[in-house]
T-cell receptor, first 112, second 116 residues
Framework: GEDVEQSLFLSVREGDSSVINCTYTDSSSTYLYWYKQEPGAGLQLLTYIFSNMDMKQDQRLTVLLNKKDKHLSLRIADTQTGDSAIYFCAESISGSARQLTFGSGTQLTVLP | GAGVSQTPSNKVTEKGKYVELRCDPISGHTALYWYRQSLGQGPEFLIYFQGTGAADDSGLPNDRFFAVRPEGSVSTLKIQRTERGDSAVYLC??????????????FGEGSRLTVL
């Protein structure tokens, strides 16, 4: 079955770059996503990438996709304390964007 | 409201009781989803509605779980004979077009269910 894996924790200093990694197993995934979950708030879509792309940049966020290795990463430049949250990687199942499979999330802690 | 609204935000019940969780999606969104998030885990898909019909209910864990969306807007997730393992945060999400490719789901804050 489909599986999405992430490391559980990441700590960085304010101003440094953060890199959150994710691996997935469904080779037919069409879209991959990064969601952010802050305490007491709903999940918020940060960015997504089509599987025919290698990279996508959106302001401080850079998404890299290595389809051969089924590896996805999210880089946050100039990390701020407000970026502290849980970040979830998600993939669409068999090309359907309607049903997402999420990883367990990476808790990002930004230290002053 | 502007976002997805879920009620109650917290529900504590006893094992064996019946529970209903409500979701009010963003106005105009035709697609509605229920996910379940256990502690320390990512959300797991339960069911997806396109309009009034359940287009995909493959994620419902067993027949104690049921969801309806009778008028194509508000949805209710119903859990019968609750068990302690049902304790989780139940997330509702909506999107403008369930078949759209961006997969942008708008999530509510969730209903935290605790079964004692």
């Amino acid at each position: 079955g489909e599986d999405v894996e992430q490391s559980l924790f990441l700590s960085v200093r304010e101003g440094d770059s953060s890199v959150i990694n994710c691996t997935y197993t469904d080779s037919s995934s069409t879209y991959l996503y990064w969601y952010k979950q802050e305490p007491g708030a709903g999940l918020q879509l940060l960015t997504y990438i089509f599987s025919n792309m290698d990279m996508k940049q959106d302001q401080r966020l850079t998404v890299l996709l290595n389809k051969k290795d089924k590896h996805l990463s999210l880089r946050i430049a100039d990390t701020q304390t407000g970026d502290s949250a849980i970040y979830f990687c998600a993939e669409s199942i068999s090309g359907s964007a309607r049903q997402l499979t999420f990883g367990s999330g990476t808790q990002l802690t930004v230290l002053p | 409201g502007a976002g997805v609204s879920q009620t109650p935000s917290n529900k504590v019940t006893e094992k064996g009781k019946y529970v209903e969780l409500r979701c009010d999606p963003i106005s105009g969104h035709t697609a509605l989803y229920w996910y379940r998030q256990s502690l320390g885990q990512g959300p797991e898909f339960l069911i997806y509605f396109q309009g009034t019909g359940a287009a995909d209910d493959s994620g419902l864990p067993n027949d104690r779980f049921f969801a309806v969306r009778p008028e194509g807007s508000v949805s209710t997730l119903k859990i019968q004979r609750t068990e302690r393992g049902d304790s989780a945060v139940y997330l509702c999400a909506s999107s403008q077009n369930g078949g759209a490719n961006t997969g942008e789901l708008f999530f509510g804050e969730g209903s935290r269910l605790t079964v004692l």
